[in-house]
């Protein structure tokens, strides 16, 4: 039983050359549609929108059921049921039939076979075959935007297949039976070159020389009147061999062919090319080639993608590989800038591409197709088994690249680009090779190579500093070597001056764009769209090292998935760099090209609101973590962030410290540029934000930066409140890194300020400081007196956590002037009152204080019992500064324990800690106490008596916890 599908005219089902009827216009669209994507699912949705366009009907998904239920009965009594299928699939249908069944599929695969078929003779017979499918007009009598659309597209597969029919045609010497098939092509298509060059041709070898030239005449005419153009290059080529009556022109005689040419299309190897070991070896691997038949021998040519940023190297590296390699290509290699990013902002044409290898592989440049399809088809099948290198520099999409690879695994390509074409590596296998920087070792051989390891090893630390300010940038090394090989007698130090001093200014050129950093990473660009290329700009402003998806929403005030896909856009043109969690950053030279984009071309108050924008992104989501970090901490009222700002939420602890661990430089950073735009209250909240953090991080010389600029910023604001917070914070902060004289002054300004304005709250929580201070500075009587008045203020403020504090602090100093006793009172009443208010850190501050005066008064065991609660809560709060600190205390009752053994292992833990807080004082210290511990006698390490409460005056005076 024979069953054919028909769409290449009316649509009709054929069983045995009878028609089967398939019912109204609608039933047999919906066929249409199936047979159209045969043996593919087709959803619901596409269906029914292909049916009835945007307006359907409420019922039109039942509809679609019904229509496919009766076209099954009509399957099932025409007794082709099991020839042609039409299934329910998730989602949608499909119609599964043997493609050589349905005319359409089996027109694009007898026009595929030609295209691929290097014998003109049965590629010839192919496309011949393939004009005979078609019955009139494809989809006749059907009518919906759909249709429309598939019928538009169809013709023009006609057209070009009849096309290429035509030219084989020609070249076979059929030029008489075609005359008139061609000049009713001509008269309805009557501006296009190409059949006009075919009915050219065949009128000259026909004898009729005055019609070509007044054919071509005409054409000149009407081009010059409906479109003010000449006619294409090789139309009018065509007309000057004509009238020179070129001999090529005739009737090529059967069988002629010209003899093989081996293309040498390679530029030069770089000079002085260094480096990319690493690189030259993954080539190397992934080109290998292995003898014919062997296992794992792939199917088609291996495809390296050497991806990277622009001035990375990417040229220079597949070049230096191919010249390496010439050994292993002996037909040939061929090569083409596809000028995907390059001055001229025009890609080169596939179809322009595989003429130009189809003419270095021989082929007479008048027997070439026109259409792009049939041109890689010829050009796979004249490399085919042929061992030749392709080298495709320069790339911007997978469409330039497809056409040009050869079908053949004795041939190997090399693409280069700035885009990661993720499909070629998804659907051809290519194998992705992204390009890094230079090494610190790579790129000063690359200098040494351009300047002589002379002059280079004279000027070495100037060397070095050369390369950290390229940052390992090929392109830019090749510039200062450039300039400073082609200046000789200029030091390299004032190259690096003036590189330090301009920037991203110093490595332009004015006169040649490719000797220009700016120019070459402004070819990026010019494929993103306007948004993409704002965002890239906006980027280069943001503050901090780095940036994530929240911010950068915020900054760009795009929704989640625009700035997604801008992000991602310009990762995969190598603009961006991702990290692991999410993070993107730029190379130094991108992000000042990308600084000087944003001043350039986007106005000032877009970019003012994109950094209010990301200011508070940063600074009220620090601001949420510091209240989950300290949830009793006193309330504070900010302005609203900006509208197209979006912080966010910290749902717990952990979240809070980890974000604050990953963006404290980003707020370092914002809150610089708050300052530097004049926004005070940004600028003084974000040190308010992060003190928690820095306290418990021990961030010392952050805080007291941070500070600093909320003292300026004070300035500036009518609360009287912020600039007292400010002082004593920036008092405090100066203690903590022992700038005691600055620590009282600025501690003095803010306890004058808070009893001018009569403020008790701040006064107190300014002689907590100064005791803190005072203390600091070995004077615990006047440590002992502020604290006592901080305490005496606090009980008249209904703050029972600043008055567990108080408590605290005097029961510290109590103890470090022998008042055990008393001590103990008021430290034990502050622990209370820190647990009835949840105050963890306060609980351990307390805690520490009560081991600290257990261990004075000999009760060891109940010291180290203590500390060690203290230090489990530190940790379980993240609070790194004043958990080392315990641990350093630890040490001590577990010595005089006679627990060597334990004192050894919290004392090298408190030394790695100050070593990696920056505390060198304190590990010093610490490390003395290590070697005085292991210079102890054997004999001595013992359990010591339990103290009587008496001051165990042979303790030694331990490190001092903190305020």
């Known amino acids: 039983m024979r069953v054919e599908l028909r769409v290449l005219g009316e649509v009709e089902l054929l069983v045995d050359g009878t028609r089967v009827d398939l019912g109204h216009a609608r ?321 080169t044409e596939p179809a322009d591409a595989v003429r130009g290898f189809l003419t270095a592989l021989g082929v007479d440049p008048d027997a070439l197709p026109a259409d792009v399809d049939a041109l890689a088809a010829s050009y796979r099948g004249l490399v ?227 950094l209010e924008r990301v200011v508070d992104f940063y600074r009220y989501t620090a601001d949420t973590a510091d209240l989950v970090l300290q949830p009793l901490r006193p309330p504070a009222r900010f302005d609203p962030p900006v509208p197209g700002t979006h912080p966010l939420p910290v749902p717990d602890h952990e979240t809070a410290l980890a974000w604050l661990d990953t963006h404290h430089a980003h707020l370092l950073a914002a809150q610089r540029t708050a300052a530097a735009h004049g926004r005070h209250e940004a600028a003084w909240h974000l040190a308010w934000a992060l003190t928690t953090f820095h306290l418990r991080r021990g961030h010392r010389h952050d805080e007291l930066a941070v500070w600093r600029a909320a003292v300026d910023a004070a300035g500036h604001l009518a609360d009287p409140a912020a600039l007292i917070h400010a002082l004593r914070r920036l008092g405090h902060a100066h203690a903590e890194i022992g700038r005691h004289e600055e620590a009282i002054a600025h501690l003095h300004h803010a306890l004058a300020v808070a009893e001018h304005h009569h403020d008790p709250g701040q006064q107190a929580r300014t002689h907590h400081a100064l005791a803190w201070a005072w203390e600091e500075r070995e004077d615990n009587r006047r440590a002992l007196a502020h604290a006592g008045r901080a305490l005496a203020l606090c009980r008249g403020l209904d703050q029972p956590v600043w008055e567990a504090d108080a408590l605290n602090a005097v029961g510290w100093h109590e103890a470090h002037l022998g008042e055990y006793a008393a001590a103990r009172d008021h430290c034990e009443t502050a622990l209370v009152l820190h647990r009835e208010h949840d105050d963890p850190d306060g609980v351990a501050d307390a805690l520490d204080s009560l081991g600290f005066i257990d261990h004075r008064t000999g009760h060891h065991d109940r010291a180290v019992d203590r500390y060690q609660q203290a230090l489990a809560l530190y940790r379980s709060v993240g609070n790194t500064a004043e958990a080392v600190d315990t641990l350093d205390n630890l040490g001590h009752p577990h010595a005089a324990l006679g627990h060597h053994d334990r004192a050894r292992a919290v004392w090298r833990e408190a030394l790695d800690l100050y070593r990696q807080l920056g505390r060198d004082t304190d590990a010093e210290r610490v490390g003395k106490q290590l070697d005085d511990l292991d210079a102890t006698p054997e004999w001595s390490r013992r359990p010591e008596p339990v103290a009587t409460g008496l001051p165990a005056t042979a303790v030694p005076d331990d490190r001092l916890p903190r305020s």
């Not at 019904?66 to 299928?85: F, K, T």
């Not at 013709?155 to 290429?164: K, L």
């Not at 079908?407 to 194998?431: E, F, I, K, N, P």
């Open 384 to 610: 085919a088994g042929r061992r030749v290198l392709v080298v495709l520099d320069n790339a911007a999409t997978v469409e330039q690249v497809v056409p040009l690879l050869p079908g053949s695994a004795t041939c190997a390509v090399l693409v280069t680009g700035r885009a990661r074409l993720a499909s070629l590596v998804d659907r051809h296998g290519a194998h992705h090779l992204p390009l890094a920087l230079l090494t610190r070792a790579e790129a000063r051989a690359l200098l040494a190579a351009r300047l002589g390891d002379r002059r280079v090893d004279r000027e070495s630390e100037v060397t070095d500093e050369l390369v950290e300010l390229c940052g390992g940038h090929p392109l830019a090394l090749a510039m200062i070597a450039r300039h400073a090989a082609t200046r000789p007698s200029i030091p390299l130090a004032e190259s690096a001056a003036e590189l330090r001093r301009l920037g991203l200014e110093a490595l332009d050129h004015d006169s040649d764009p490719a000797a220009s950093l700016p120019a070459v990473l402004s070819w990026s660009l010019r494929r993103f769209t306007d948004e993409q290329r704002t965002v890239f700009a906006l980027l280069g402003t943001a503050p901090g090292p780095d940036i994530d998806l929240p911010a950068a929403m915020s900054l760009t005030g795009l929704p989640e998935a625009r700035a997604r896909k801008a992000l991602r856009a310009l990762d995969d043109h190598f603009l961006l760099d991702r990290h692991p969690h999410g993070r993107y950053s730029m190379h130094d030279l991108v992000r000042a090209y990308a600084t000087t984009t944003a001043h350039d071309h986007l106005s000032e108050p877009v970019r003012r609101a994109a």
């Open 27 to 347: 039933q047999r669209c919906v066929l249409a549609v199936l047979v159209a994507q045969a043996n593919q699912v087709v959803a619901t949705d596409q269906v029914v929108d292909r049916i009835w366009g945007g307006h359907p009907p409420s019922r039109a998904r039942q509809l679609v059921s019904n229509y496919l239920s009766v076209l099954r009965h009509l399957l099932a009594a025409g007794g082709v049921a099991d020839e042609v299928v039409i299934r329910r699939r998730a989602g949608g249908y499909v119609l599964l039939v043997d493609p050589d069944r349905v005319d359409l599929h089996r027109f694009r695969s007898l026009v595929a076979a030609a295209r691929a078929d290097p014998d003109r003779t049965s590629a010839l017979e192919s496309l011949e075959r393939a004009a005979g499918v078609w019955r009139g007009e494809a989809l006749t009598g059907l009518d919906t935007p759909w249709i429309a659309a598939v019928r538009q597209g169809l013709e023009r597969e006609r057209f070009a297949a009849d096309t290429d029919r035509l030219d084989l045609a020609l070249r076979a010497g059929r030029h008489a039976a075609l005359l008139p098939e061609l000049t009713a092509r001509a008269a309805a298509h009557p501006l296009d070159e190409h059949l006009a060059a075919q009915l050219t041709l065949a009128l000259y070898r026909a004898g009729r020389q005055a019609d070509a030239l007044d054919h071509y005449r005409r054409l000149r005419r009407r081009l010059a009147d409906e479109l003010g153009a000449d006619p294409g290059p090789d139309l009018r080529h065509l007309h000057q061999r004509i009238l020179a009556a070129d001999p090529a022109l005739a009737v090529p005689a059967a069988g002629a062919r010209r003899p093989p040419v081996t293309p040498r299309q390679l530029p030069a190897a770089p000079a002085l090319f260094t480096g990319r070991t690493a690189e030259l070896a993954e080539l190397d691997r992934a080109l290998a080639t292995p003898d014919e038949g062997s296992p794992g021998r792939p199917a088609t040519a291996v495809v390296p993608v050497i991806a990277g940023a622009g001035g990375i190297g990417k040229t220079w590296l597949a070049l230096a590989w191919a010249h390496r390699n010439l050994h292993r290509f002996p037909d040939g290699q061929l090569f083409v800038d596809l000028h995907g990013f390059s001055p001229t902002g025009r890609p």
